[in-house]
């Protein structure tokens, strides 16, 4: 089993900056995917960003349209990932998922169901 703790969620303005940071312990493996996801009130989960391992130690990374430009995902090493969140907006409002798997693809990465964890999320609620 792998557990995911997200941390870095908060209450800011609109315009600053956040970071997220997600670390994965248990039975975690070095070739998982990790990404991020968000949820507000009355909506679908959605796509936020994710990392695709290319090799053993470069990645590509993903990002949903609503924050390409904006937002900066990291892979620091096999269990952490963080998401850099700047010139944030009321619209980013949600609560923030990490999730880890190993069944994910280019094709899929943008697909909730095929990432196997996940963690509680964290709060992030911008205001204007």
């Known amino acids: 089993q792998v557990q995911l703790v997200e941390s870095g969620g908060g209450s800011v303005q609109a315009g600053v900056s956040l970071r997220l940071s997600c670390a994965a312990s248990g039975h975690t493996d070095s070739s998982y995917n990790m990404g991020w996801f968000r949820q507000a009130p009355g909506r679908e989960r959605e796509f936020v960003a994710a990392t695709l391992w290319s090799g053993r130690y470069t990645y590509y990374a993903h990002y949903g349209d609503s924050v390409q430009g904006r937002f900066t995902i990291s892979r620091d090493n096999a269990k952490t990932v963080a998401l850099q969140m700047n010139n944030l907006k009321p619209e980013d409002t949600a609560v923030y998922y990490c999730?880890?798997?190993?069944?994910?693809?280019?094709?899929?990465?943008?697909?909730?169901?095929?990432?196997?964890?996940w963690g509680q999320g964290t709060q992030v609620t911008v205001s204007s």
């Open positions: 999730a880890a798997g190993s069944r994910i693809s280019t094709a899929t990465v943008k697909e909730p169901n095929v990432y196997d964890y």
